[in-house]
C-alpha cells in the first residue's frame, strides 16, 4: 500500500489544522492507522493510532483531547484533527499502516515497528 500525507503548514498556537494521508489499494479498510511525528533532533514519537473494524482510537498523553484521528474507509483515507496546537507540535507528521500480520499483530500502537507502510510526511510548523 501507498501512502500520501498532506495537509501540513504554518499555523499559529492556538489554531487548528487536518491532516489527510490517502492510501492506495483495496484493502484500506482492514489496516490498523497510526500517526507518527518526529520533531527536529529528536526521535519519532507516536501521536494517534485506530483500528480497523471498530475504529477503536489511541492516543498520546501529549495530545490527547487537542488531536483526533479518524477514518473514512469509503475515501481511503485517515484523518489527524489537530486543535488547539503548542510550538511543539512542530513536527513532521506521518502516516503509518498495520497490515496486522504475525510479525506484528502483538506489538503496540504507539510501536513505530507495528507499521508496515510509512506515508513521505507533512512538515506542521506552530508558530507562538
Known amino acids: 500500500v501507498q501512502l500520501q500525507a498532506s495537509g501540513g503548514g504554518l499555523v499559529q498556537a492556538g489554531g487548528s489544522l487536518r491532516l489527510s494521508c490517502a492510501a492506495s489499494g483495496r484493502t484500506f479498510s482492514s489496516y490498523n492507522m497510526g500517526w507518527f511525528r518526529q520533531a527536529p533532533g529528536k526521535e519519532r514519537e507516536f501521536v494517534a493510532a485506530?483500528?480497523?473494524?471498530?475504529?477503536?482510537?489511541y492516543y498520546a498523553d501529549s495530545v490527547k483531547g487537542r488531536f483526533t484521528i479518524s477514518r473514512d474507509n469509503a475515501k481511503n483515507t485517515v484523518y489527524l484533527q489537530m486543535n488547539s496546537v503548542k510550538p511543539e507540535d512542530t513536527a513532521v507528521y506521518y502516516c503509518a499502516a498495520d497490515a496486522i500480520t504475525i510479525a506484528t499483530m502483538t506489538r503496540e500502537y504507539n510501536d513505530p515497528l507495528k507499521y508496515d507502510y510509512w506515508g513521505q510526511g507533512t512538515l506542521v510548523t506552530v508558530s507562538s
Open positions: 485506530i483500528t480497523w473494524g471498530r475504529g477503536s482510537t
